[in-house]
């Protein structure tokens, strides 16, 4: 069993299975959290973590959209961080007391390196993440890669017309047979595209659910636009026994990171995402933007 604790031995914490190898982070964030050239971090899985003292002095900081990194409040100690839609832990190996038997096996985005800093390891490298999909990375679905194609374009579009973009994502939910919902959303589809701009770009996510890119779109628009969708199609939803929920995120010119849309692309996603799904549990009854979510 390993063991662990903060900086001043207030928050204590047994991890009562194995954790995964250790990756060394050297994103920017990482570096900021941790005042340190990388962070070292490894999988926990939700039911191996049990904290032995403390657990109440933990608060977090959502460092992007759905990601709060833990720390003792107290002392500071970064202990983990978890996405919302993770079955795992992120966890800082910093705390941990003695050998946990695991090892480093990688740096990442190693394009964010420290200037002041020279790696001295054979690990491999990678600038972003590894080639295989990693479990801490944002909503990068098999399904997303077309929409993360097209808002590539149109982030640098944006920051050369120094303009927001807005992203809407729309779930339908119905429940009914197969052949009748690909009709329904057929429908659906048709009453976006009478709904939205020339410029705007609709991408079909899936059977129910379908993303609308907005470019040179603020917050207040996006939500016009997303209300104008919303009216076109309820009534067809409605008589269904469904319901549509749309979430909406909006991200400023100066906010893209421009060595790496990519961060910038899954931050949009992911807060568009969370919207999504707050619009979801209040019954879909509404649009919601991710700046008027609860904090």
């Given at each position: 069993?390993?063991?662990?604790?903060?900086?001043?031995?207030?928050?204590?914490?047994?991890?009562?299975?194995?954790?995964?190898?250790?990756?060394?982070?050297?994103?920017?964030?990482?570096?900021?959290?941790?005042?340190?050239?990388?962070?070292?971090?490894?999988?926990?899985?939700?039911?191996?973590?049990?904290?032995?003292?403390?657990?109440?002095?933990?608060?977090?900081?959502?460092?992007?959209?759905?990601?709060?990194?833990?720390?003792?409040?107290?002392?500071?100690?970064?202990?983990?961080?978890?996405?919302?839609?993770?079955?795992?832990?992120?966890?800082?190996?910093?705390?941990?007391?003695?050998?946990?038997?695991?090892?480093?096996?990688?740096?990442?985005?190693?394009?964010?390196?420290?200037?002041?800093?020279?790696?001295?390891?054979?690990?491999?490298?990678?600038?972003?993440?590894?080639?295989?999909?990693?479990?801490?990375?944002?909503?990068?679905?098999?399904?997303?890669?077309?929409?993360?194609?097209?808002?590539?374009?149109?982030?640098?579009?944006?920051?050369?017309?120094?303009?927001?973009?807005?992203?809407?994502?729309?779930?339908?939910?119905?429940?009914?047979?197969?052949?009748?919902?690909q009709e329904l959303t057929r429908e659906?589809?048709?009453?976006?595209?009478?709904?939205?701009?020339?410029?705007?770009?609709?991408?079909?996510?899936?059977?129910?659910?379908?993303?609308?890119?907005?470019?040179?779109?603020?917050?207040?628009?996006?939500?016009?636009?997303?209300?104008?969708?919303?009216?076109?199609?309820?009534?067809?939803?409605?008589?269904?026994?469904?319901?549509?929920?749309?979430?909406?995120?909006?991200?400023?010119?100066?906010?893209?990171?421009?060595?790496?849309?990519?961060?910038?692309?899954?931050?949009?996603?992911?807060?568009?995402?969370?919207?999504?799904?707050?619009?979801?549990?209040?019954?879909?009854?509404?649009?919601?933007?991710?700046?008027?979510?609860?904090?």
């Amino acid at each position: 069993m390993i063991t662990g604790s903060c900086l001043c031995g207030q928050v204590r914490y047994e991890i009562r299975g194995e954790m995964g190898p250790i990756t060394h982070c050297h994103c920017p964030s990482c570096r900021k959290a941790h005042a340190s050239a990388f962070s070292s971090v490894a999988s926990v899985q939700l039911a191996d973590l049990a904290f032995t003292a403390g657990e109440a002095l933990l608060k977090f900081y959502e460092s992007s959209p759905g990601k709060r990194r833990y720390f003792c409040s107290n002392c500071g100690s970064q202990i983990y961080a978890k996405r919302e839609d993770q079955e795992h832990y992120v966890f800082r190996m910093g705390t941990i007391d003695g050998d946990p038997g695991v090892r480093p096996v990688q740096h990442i985005f190693t394009g964010h390196k420290a200037p002041w800093y020279k790696l001295h390891d054979d690990l491999p490298e990678y600038l972003e993440w590894p080639p295989q999909v990693q479990a801490d990375a944002p909503a990068a679905h098999v399904k997303y890669k077309h929409l993360y194609e097209l808002m590539n374009g149109v982030f640098k579009l944006a920051a050369r017309k120094e303009a927001s973009t807005s992203l809407l994502l729309l779930m339908v939910d119905i429940n009914t047979e197969q052949a009748e919902l690909q009709e329904l959303t057929r429908e659906v589809h048709h009453k976006i595209e009478m709904n939205v701009r020339e410029s705007d770009m609709i991408d079909r996510l899936g059977d129910n659910l379908f993303a609308v890119i907005l470019p040179y779109t603020d917050a207040k628009a996006s939500m016009i636009l997303a209300e104008r969708i919303r009216n076109a199609f309820k009534g067809v939803i409605q008589a269904h026994g469904g319901a549509c929920c749309i979430g909406a995120a909006t991200v400023m010119c100066d906010r893209l990171h421009m060595d790496n849309l990519m961060v910038s692309i899954d931050e949009l996603v992911a807060m568009a995402e969370k919207a999504c799904r707050f619009s979801n549990r209040t019954g879909g009854d509404k649009a919601i933007h991710h700046d008027s979510l609860p904090r």
